[in-house]
């Protein structure tokens, strides 16, 4: 029986452990896309305990909690710090199979080096060892960050965010890691919703673009790419219900934006072709800035209409969606294509039940522009498990070119979600190790580190255009 969480943790061939030891386990970590607070990363946030670094705001763990039968007072509400921890490593201790076991554990013995399984039993322990040890100056923001062989990492920021902090991170010559901005717009496209006015006010004050019409708000965002551009932001990134080809005429697309402005309410056709009108605007102006593209989508949101009503959105009440026409977005890709319009894409669906749509529908739209122009992103949030993640890795190595893939991402808002990537990399190199040590290609090294390396570092480098900060 293997030991737990060992060294050599889901590395089950020889060749595995060969590959992530040498070739994965020191590349530079490459993030991509996550939701860390740029300020926090500026100010340099501590934290007195480990639940102000591991519960806040993670709903990942709060829908496990609620699983397991916990009070809301122990998740979102009132009690003490030190009771929601306990609560939480109670059911933690059970939690076989569930990825948070593998990742909490992980957290723990390379950011704390505790090895100790979190249970009830030993959460009285390891409450007062992390306590003592986050009191330490290595313990803050920035020091995580450093600590975990991250050379750039891009949060997820609003065309009307001043970037005020990206700007001083980017002057401080004492940080060694690149903090760079993504462009998130989904406030401005989402006309259905009710906070869509307000936001298109809040815009037109920032942007210093008066916006009545489609056209307005067009400039008004050209201009705040710039802004973005200027403050080093290479990527975008896009959360849909599905991906949308519902063409119209740019006459029919102003009158829905004009009758939207005044505070009529739209149909859900009139919504579609006002986001695809939006989508193939902002990847026109991608491709003039030489910028990807990321579209998540698959995700049925705030199920729960009394806990949304109680506690917002982004709170564990989301699930996935299964409707994602694929003849719609080969559509909307083969449309871009046709205008010149295509950026490099990256697709990500929340049902792994698309991963072969899209991996064929990526083979459709690929060139010389870059390796993997158009790449299947990683498995994402309810897949970013053992399963998820070799499903992904297998259906992308089965239709496509795994060796061009952009590897891995935290998507995350929490500074010690680092060993995701350590996780993630084991999963690669047992599956690799498996193929070799199978027949399925040869103890090639060379080779194989290569495409390890490319994988969990290099390939994203180059597909982003990512440069390490000068210090």
Not at 66 to 71: D, K, N, S, T
Not at 140 to 151: C, K
Not at 214 to 219: H, I, Q, T, V, Y
Not at 275 to 286: D, L, Q, W
């Amino acid at each position: 029986m293997q030991a737990f969480m060992d060294k050599d943790f889901l590395l089950s061939t020889e060749t595995a452990r060969r590959l992530y030891h040498e070739a994965a386990a020191d590349c530079k970590i490459i993030d991509y896309h996550c939701h860390l607070n740029p300020q926090e990363i500026w100010e340099d946030r501590r934290y007195e305990n480990i639940t102000q670094v591991w519960l806040g705001g993670d709903h990942y763990k709060w829908r496990l909690m609620r699983c397991a039968g916990v009070e809301e007072k122990y998740i979102t509400g009132d009690a003490s710090d030190k009771e929601k921890f306990l609560k939480w490593a109670a059911v933690l201790g059970k939690a076989i199979g569930n990825p948070l076991y593998h990742w909490s554990h992980l957290e723990l013995q390379r950011f704390f080096g505790i090895d100790t399984p979190l249970n009830a039993r030993t959460a009285e322990q390891i409450w007062e060892e992390t306590r003592a040890k986050l009191a330490d100056p290595a313990f803050s923001a920035r020091n995580l960050i450093v600590r975990s062989n991250v050379e750039t990492l891009c949060t997820t920021d609003d065309p009307v965010d001043d970037l005020h902090f990206h700007e001083q991170l980017a002057a401080d010559k004492s940080f060694p890691v690149n903090v760079l901005p993504a462009w998130r717009p989904d406030k401005a496209m989402n006309i259905e919703k009710d906070t869509w006015m307000a936001y298109v006010e809040k815009l037109s004050e920032v942007s210093g673009v008066k916006i009545g019409s489609f056209a307005d708000m067009k400039k008004a965002l050209k201009a705040r790419m710039d802004f973005f551009a200027a403050h080093g932001c290479t990527l975008s990134d896009h959360a849909l219900n599905y991906v949308m080809y519902a063409p119209a005429s740019e006459s029919e697309v102003e009158a829905i934006f004009a009758a939207r402005i005044k505070g009529r309410g739209i149909s859900g056709e009139e919504e579609a072709k006002f986001k695809f009108a939006f989508m193939a605007f902002v990847a026109g102006e991608y491709v003039r800035r030489g910028w990807a593209m990321q579209l998540h989508y698959g995700c049925r949101r705030d199920n729960n209409q009394t806990m949304f009503d109680r506690l917002g959105p982004d709170t564990g009440y989301d699930c996935i969606n299964n409707y994602a026409p694929s003849e719609q977005t080969a559509a909307f890709l083969g449309y871009l294509e046709k205008q010149g319009a295509l950026p490099r894409t990256i697709l990500y669906s929340l049902n792994p039940n698309d991963n072969q749509a899209i991996d064929t529908i990526c083979g459709c739209f690929q060139s010389s522009e870059a390796v993997s122009k158009i790449q299947h992103g990683s498995a994402w949030w309810f897949n970013d498990h053992f399963q998820g993640m070799t499903d992904q890795l297998t259906s992308l190595a089965n239709l496509g070119y795994l060796a061009g893939f952009v590897g891995m991402l935290t998507d995350s808002r929490s500074f010690l979600s680092y060993p995701r990537h350590e996780y993630f990399r084991r999963i690669l190199c047992r599956l690799l190790g498996e193929w070799v040590e199978d027949g399925r290609y040869p103890a090639d090294f060379e080779t194989l580190s290569e495409i390890v390396r490319g994988i969990c570092c290099e390939n994203a480098k180059e597909w982003f255009g990512f440069k390490a900060k000068q210090i």
